[in-house]
């Protein structure tokens, strides 16, 4: 359903009201397309604190942007050397001068490292900067977007790449207001797909196209979130295995043909989903050998409060959302059908961190996929090569929520610093950048799709 109120905005006589009135004032996102793959001007770096991170120039000159400090569409600043008070106030002075004059829809990315355990000045600092950029994402205004990237036990940005890729990107146009940790480079090496600079000799990846030979399976991807996110894999190289409840085997077999993948008409809730899923990867009539992305993205809704919530309906929602993605996981990887250098993404959602009225069961359930993500990710790398990240949507424009009753979906729509709903694709590029074989260094990170919603953390 369009957003009216948006479009209504866009006008002159829509931004006089709206100004007058004090209302929301969002303005379009652009997102990615291949006419415009990137942002639309120049790239500002800035310093501050005592030290510069190592090899952060030669990352940012591959992101496509070039250097410059007029009107520039993107900010980078580097404050993984603040240490101190005093030093914050360098992030103050750097940002300070130039943030008025960040493109429409432009990006601010500060780097930050990760908090000591023994010096507290330094972690003070540090856990300073997450307040900073919530705060400054919800003064950005004009699309702009607002993100904090913590390089956790390392000082070099090479783990960051793919991240930074994404983040400068119009791909991230929804996601403001997160922080994102990045570990130690991902162990698997190039020969599993990390974006290499030294040149195609040396393993590296098409960065337009980082999936191509690899296998990709997306659960619920018949309509919705679940077929946009399984177009995008595709746009990116995989070779897609769509999943959906046998119902719906005419709208995933449309599907598949149209990406060239496969369809894998399957209850996932079934107790042996995960060998059959294994069955058809070993013997499918594509020759495919393995796993290399499983995106759990199938879920459904039973809404009613507690009180009214007979026990079917609760049983239901958590045996889809979470009980059916537990199983399959475990069976996968126990099957060793998930490739070393491979990639999880769950989908979870801001009603799993901040409740949601009516929605005990699916809150409930959804908070489990958060609990799933911090728990296995360390073990799932450690002894699988396989990375464990998560999705969590807000607000976003799909037939479920064309449904809801207008004032709640206006509500929806307003209460985020972008002050409108995400698209499907907003859910879609964010999956993506976790699949990505660069992406190795990213474990264990929940990061919110909502336009930094305003509620919860």
Not at 9 to 33: C, E, I, V
Request: with cysteine; aromatic share 4%; net charge neutral.
């Amino acid at each position: 359903m369009a957003d009216r109120y948006l479009n209504f905005t866009g006008t002159a006589p829509g931004r006089f009201l709206t100004r007058r009135l004090g209302l929301p004032q969002p303005a379009p996102l652009r997102r990615w397309s291949a006419e415009h793959p990137s942002l639309d001007g120049p790239l500002l770096q800035l310093t501050a604190g005592s030290s510069a991170l190592k090899g952060l120039d030669e990352v940012l000159a591959r992101t496509g942007l070039e250097p410059g400090a007029e009107r520039p569409a993107a900010v980078v600043l580097d404050a993984t050397g603040v240490a101190d008070v005093g030093a914050l106030a360098e992030v103050h002075a750097a940002l300070h001068p130039v943030v008025r004059s960040v493109a429409a829809g432009g990006r601010i990315v500060v780097l930050g490292a990760a908090p000591s355990a023994t010096d507290h000045h330094q972690a003070a600092v540090q856990q300073g900067l997450e307040g900073f950029i919530r705060s400054l994402g919800k003064e950005a205004g004009r699309g702009r977007t607002v993100t904090l990237v913590r390089l956790a036990g390392t000082d070099s940005a090479a783990g960051a790449e793919s991240t930074l890729r994404f983040l400068l990107s119009p791909k991230s146009a929804y996601v403001s207001g997160q922080v994102i940790e990045i570990g130690e480079v991902d162990p698997a090496g190039p020969e599993f797909g990390a974006v290499d600079p030294a040149g195609p000799e040396f393993g590296a990846v098409d960065p337009a196209r980082p999936l191509a030979g690899r296998t990709a399976l997306v659960t619920g991807a018949a309509r919705g979130i679940g077929a946009s996110v399984a177009e995008t894999l595709a746009r990116d190289g995989a070779h897609v295995v769509a999943l959906d409840i046998p119902s719906a085997q005419g709208e995933l077999a449309q599907l598949a043909e149209r990406l060239g993948g496969t369809a894998l008409p399957l209850d996932i809730t079934a107790d042996d989903a995960g060998e059959r899923i294994g069955a058809a990867l070993r013997s499918g009539p594509d020759g495919l050998d393995g796993l290399d992305v499983l995106v759990h993205n199938a879920g459904i809704t039973r809404d009613r409060k507690l009180a009214n919530m007979p026990a079917e309906r609760w049983s239901s929602v958590l045996e889809v959302n979470l009980a059916a993605v537990l199983r399959t996981t475990d069976a996968l990887l126990a099957a060793g059908t998930l490739n070393r250098g491979g990639r999880i993404v769950a989908t979870a959602s801001i009603a799993g961190i901040a409740g949601n009225v009516g929605q005990t069961n699916y809150a409930a359930s959804k908070a489990g996929i958060i609990g799933l993500v911090r728990s296995l990710a360390p073990r799932a790398l450690a002894e699988h090569g396989v990375t464990v990240n998560a999705v969590a949507p807000g607000f976003i424009e799909t037939k479920m929520t064309a449904a809801v009753p207008l004032f709640i979906r206006e509500a929806g729509r307003r209460m985020n610093s972008l002050a409108q709903g995400g698209l499907p694709v907003d859910v879609a590029e964010t999956t993506a950048w976790f699949a990505d074989p660069g992406s190795g260094a990213v474990n264990g990170q929940v990061v919110r799709v909502c336009g930094q919603s305003l509620l919860g953390a």
